[in-house]
């Protein structure tokens, strides 16, 4: 799991909005700067320079 540490508004359907202090599960990383995750219940691409 990763813990949210800046704002993030999704720019495509498949993309996270994520908020400081989400914390998002079920990570699959990639060197790509994306990974895809899960928070409430959606899953989705975030930029991993967002999280720790």
Do not use: C, M, S
């Amino acid at each position: 799991e990763a813990i949210v540490e800046f704002n993030y508004k999704a720019q495509h359907d498949d993309e996270l909005t994520i908020t400081v202090g989400d914390i998002i599960t079920n990570i699959k990383k990639d060197d790509g700067g994306w990974w895809e995750g899960q928070l409430k219940g959606r899953r989705g691409l975030f930029p991993d320079n967002f999280v720790r």
